[in-house]
């Protein structure tokens, strides 16, 4: 624990000293390729900073914040596209933009407050989960499967909605959400599109899909140049997210982490393709309660099948778990002396 506290520490001052001299140097030279040059080192030492980590917790939001978040920011920034552009006014907030899944609301409503309620019942859920990791030896397999899915989604909904609650107290300004309860998707390309992981089509859109529609429209018609940015868009995603599995196993990616973006990619050409035939979708029309059990039902069996089963055979999800526990216990046991101090 103490080696990896002096690793993240490290990382942390390597962070902040890469970003502020993208902040301060970068926007004075030219967009293009010769600002893409200037970022260019600051791209590469953020694919090494994961490996920095022993921790499967810490390496994989190393990975997610920086070699992820920040690697493709700073690419878009660049070429003046992308979510720092207009560069922010400040440092810190520069910082937060580059490193954090969060995105300044255009229309703030200052009267939509967290949602306190939903927190907490996750946050409860995610505890009896937690509970739950005691009896995983007389568990099928299928159900420690899915026990896993929904861990993995409760923990990004948590850290991430704590993360969001305290840069905006920082900056002072509210964000958009960092998704849109996934679970209500009726149609795939809902699911990746508009509800899970906002921020990330937010980025692929400007750096992958529109350039690649762009070409595609000089060979084909526009209504059929955005299937070959989907499929590019998920290719790029999977390769992506091959790596960050790497950084988790330490092993050569298999390619099957691909393969499910891109049956994700296909499926939703598919889907596009078929709402095109107006009279199709009319006579096959799903009710809403059954769509959501399709949508949310075929990622969670595809992505159990092609990514989560190679967390599990290379023994991170044992890993993940028994830290998730070690971190609960150590704050739980934080808390209760927080709170006999004050009593006390």
Same mark, same amino acid.
């Given at each position: ?34 600002? /893409?040059?200037?970022?260019?080192? *600051?791209?590469?030492? /953020? ?43 400040? !440092? ?19 009267? *939509? ?11 409860? *859920? ?69 509800? %899970?992981? *906002? ?46 599995? /790497? ?36 006579? %096959? ?20 099948? !092609? ?38």
């Amino acid at each position: 624990m103490e080696e990896e506290l002096k690793s993240l520490i490290k990382v942390l001052v390597i962070a902040i000293i890469s970003i502020s001299y993208c902040y301060y140097l970068p926007p004075k030279i030219k967009s293009g390729i010769p600002r /893409f040059l200037s970022v260019l080192p *600051i791209v590469a030492l /953020f694919l090494v900073l994961p490996l920095f980590f022993s921790s499967v917790h810490l390496s994989f939001f190393t990975a997610f914040f920086l070699t992820w978040l920040a690697n493709f920011k700073l690419i878009l920034f660049s070429f003046d596209k992308g979510p720092l552009i207009p560069v922010p006014t400040n !440092l810190s907030g520069f910082l937060f933009f580059t490193c954090f899944p969060i995105k300044a609301q255009q229309n703030p409503k200052p009267n *939509i407050h967290l949602p306190k309620l939903v927190f907490a019942i996750k946050v409860a *859920i995610f505890g009896v989960l937690l509970h739950l990791y005691g009896y995983k030896q007389n568990m099928p397999p299928i159900l420690l499967m899915g026990l896993y899915f929904v861990h993995l989604y409760l923990e990004l909904e948590i850290i991430f909605t704590l993360l969001k609650v305290l840069i905006s107290i920082s900056l002072g300004c509210e964000f958009e959400p960092q998704s849109n309860k996934p679970y209500l998707a009726t149609y795939l390309q809902d699911f990746w599109g508009r509800r %899970w992981n *906002i921020m990330v089509p937010a980025i692929l859109r400007p750096a992958v899909y529109t350039p690649m529609r762009r070409v595609s429209e000089r060979r084909m018609s526009s209504s059929w140049a955005l299937f070959p940015g989907i499929l590019a868009t998920f290719i790029v995603s999977g390769l992506v997210h091959d790596l960050l599995f /790497f950084y988790l196993t330490r092993e050569m990616p298999t390619g099957d982490v691909t393969l499910f973006f891109l049956l994700q990619g296909v499926c939703i050409s598919a889907e596009l393709a078929v709402k095109k035939k107006t009279t199709v979708m009319q006579r %096959w029309r799903l009710s809403p309660t059954v769509s959501r059990i399709l949508t949310v039902g075929f990622v969670f069996v595809t992505s159990s099948w !092609l990514m989560t089963s190679q967390l599990v055979r290379s023994g991170v999800m044992e890993k993940y778990t028994n830290e998730a526990l070690y971190y609960a216990d150590f704050l739980n046991h934080k808390l209760r002396w927080f709170v006999g101090d004050i009593y006390n």
